[in-house]
């Protein structure tokens, strides 16, 4: 089954905001099945829905734990609520308008927000994945050089840092909300025309290739090869410890590297969610970009696209379940959020939280350093 053609070959598609007008205009013809076009406008934004609203109550629920718990209050977690942030604003923002264009043939939401939305998401974008950066190379320093961190300041220098984060992504993104723009779109062979939002409407075949190679670079092959290096020298530490610790070793020393362990693993699991669902999105746009003179109007395409569409927005709503199967303490205080209407229930696990963070921390040899068994530093505490 295919799709119909088009007449304008250099309207390419957003790598971030797949336009389905095309799709939908060849829907109405008289060629599609009958059952197709109801189950594809209704289906697809109910998922977007289903997303959206578990994204909102995951990454919510992990802000407000993170805002009102004191215990949960340390670096990686104020990065991981930086995170959140992002996925939030991606998520009440980009994917309700990127459902809304299975259900209309035209843009609904005029020039600006042709170029805000873009901005937005690669804003999102952005922030994620130097997020994960800044994460693995907390975790670098927390493992394999402890003793370079210093416990003064450590949550404001973390605070300007995230906030750099913020800029950095927002200065990266200006380029989307400049050259996007609105485009009349015509269908061959009939007389339909519509108005869709495309990035670089009136440029040539060149943009595209070099907007869809710089994204796929700087948002996603140079960040996380240097989280990979960044874990390769975790785990090169993380297997000498293991290796020197004593058969009847301190057990303080013990929990240490378990705890190290724990946490390398939980920004390692985040780093593989979000390179597993954005490497499918980042291969189309590629795919499109270096296609220019051709449409791929084939039915395998569209729903790759879709695939892809939907498994970048699900990386928005997946974090704060991953954390919640990977941390105790996180689990507990999610569980009390979910369950705040039982008062008794809920002074429980706040009291065990305090009790399981109380019992992790010990004092350095250094009378002017306290260091905690997680990490090497009091500041990170309580962070599972």
């Known amino acids: ?77 104020l990065f991981i609520s930086s995170l959140a942030l992002g996925d939030l604003l991606l998520l009440v923002t980009c994917a309700p308008v990127d459902a809304s264009k299975y259900l209309a043939d035209r843009w609904l939401f005029g020039r600006i927000g042709c170029k805000l939305i873009p901005f937005i998401q690669l804003t999102s974008v952005g922030v994620s994945v130097f997020t994960l950066t800044a994460l693995s190379a907390d975790r670098y320093k927390a493992i394999v050089r402890p003793m370079d961190i210093q416990a003064s300041h450590a949550l404001m220098k973390i605070c300007l840092k995230a906030a750099l984060i913020w800029i950095v992504s927002m200065l990266l993104a200006i380029p989307e909300a400049v050259f996007s723009d609105l485009h009349p779109f015509h269908v061959k062979d009939t007389n339909q025309t519509f108005i869709s939002c495309a990035p670089y409407p009136h440029s040539n075949e ?142 429980r696990s706040h009291s065990t939280g305090r009790s399981t963070t109380c019992m992790t921390s010990f004092k350095s040899t250094n009378p002017s350093a306290t260091f905690s068994l997680i990490n090497g530093n009091i500041c990170h505490e309580g962070y599972v």
């Not at 790598?15 to 289906?43: A, E, R």
């Not at 934004?45 to 959206?52: E, F, L, N, S, T």
């Open 1 to 77: 089954m295919a799709l119909n053609n088009c007449s304008h070959l250099d309207l390419e598609v957003d790598p971030f905001l797949h336009c389905n007008n095309t799709f939908n205009q060849s829907l109405n013809g008289p060629k599609m099945d009958n059952w197709f076009y109801p189950g594809i406008i209704y289906v697809i934004p109910a998922v977007y829905g289903v997303i959206i609203v578990i994204g909102l109550i995951g990454n919510i629920t992990l802000i407000k734990i993170f805002c009102t718990v004191k215990s949960m209050r340390n670096v990686p977690n």
């Open 206 to 347: 060149l943009h595209p290739k070099i907007h869809s190679t710089a994204s796929f670079l700087v948002f996603y092959i140079i960040p996380l090869s240097i989280i990979s290096v960044y874990y390769y020298f975790i785990a090169r530490n993380l297997i000498q410890s293991a290796y020197n610790l004593p058969v009847e070793g301190n057990i303080h020393v013990k929990k240490q590297i378990e705890s190290r362990k724990r946490l390398a693993k939980t920004v390692l699991v985040f780093v593989g969610l979000f390179a597993f669902c954005w490497l499918p999105n980042h291969i189309i746009y590629l795919y499109r970009s270096y296609h220019y003179s051709e449409v791929d109007t084939s039915m395998l395409h569209f729903v790759t696209s879709i695939c892809a569409r939907l498994l970048a927005f699900t990386n928005s709503c997946v974090n704060p379940f991953a954390l919640y199967l990977l941390s105790k303490s996180f689990r507990k205080q999610f569980n009390t959020q979910l369950l705040c209407c039982q008062p008794g229930l809920m002074n």
